[in-house]
Nanobody, 123 residues
Framework: QVQLVEIGGGLVQAGGSPRLSCVASGRTFSSYHMAWFRQAPGKEREFVAA???????YYADSVKGRFTISRDNAKNTVYLQMNSLKPEDTAVYYCAAALLIRDLADYARYDYWGQGTQVTVSS
């Protein structure tokens, strides 16, 4: 069992650069592929970024070049550094973990989810 807790978010001005953190419980964090998803009101949950257990990163086209995902296995933490935020980035951001997965962008394949943290970008 893995518990995920997101930290960060809140109200940010457009162009801002907040960082989200996701702290995982358990001693097998390094075995998990980790990802961030987001869900805006009235929209489906969408993939943002992922880092596999080997450290390779993947990004949605909408955030590529602006967001950076990273992980610190010693701290059981995955981060999402968000730069140049836009109002359309407003959403609840979720951290997710998967032990076995082929398509890191497929939210249905993730085993564990955090409770989510709201990010609101004001223009």
């Amino acid at each position: 069992q893995v518990q995920l807790v997101e930290i960060g978010g809140g109200l940010v001005q457009a162009g801002g650069s907040p960082r989200l953190s996701c702290v995982a419980s358990g001693r097998t964090f390094s075995s998990y592929h980790m990802a961030w998803f987001r869900q805006a009101p009235g929209k489906e949950r969408e993939f943002v970024a992922a880092v596999n257990r080997g450290g390779t990163t993947y990004y949605a086209d909408s955030v590529k070049g602006r967001f950076t995902i990273s992980r610190d296995n010693a701290k059981n933490t995955v981060y999402l550094q968000m730069n140049s935020l836009k109002p359309e980035d407003t959403a609840v951001y979720y951290c997710a973990a998967a032990l076995l997965i082929r398509d890191l962008a497929d939210y249905a394949r993730y085993d564990y989810w955090g409770q989510g943290t709201q990010v609101t970008v004001s223009s």
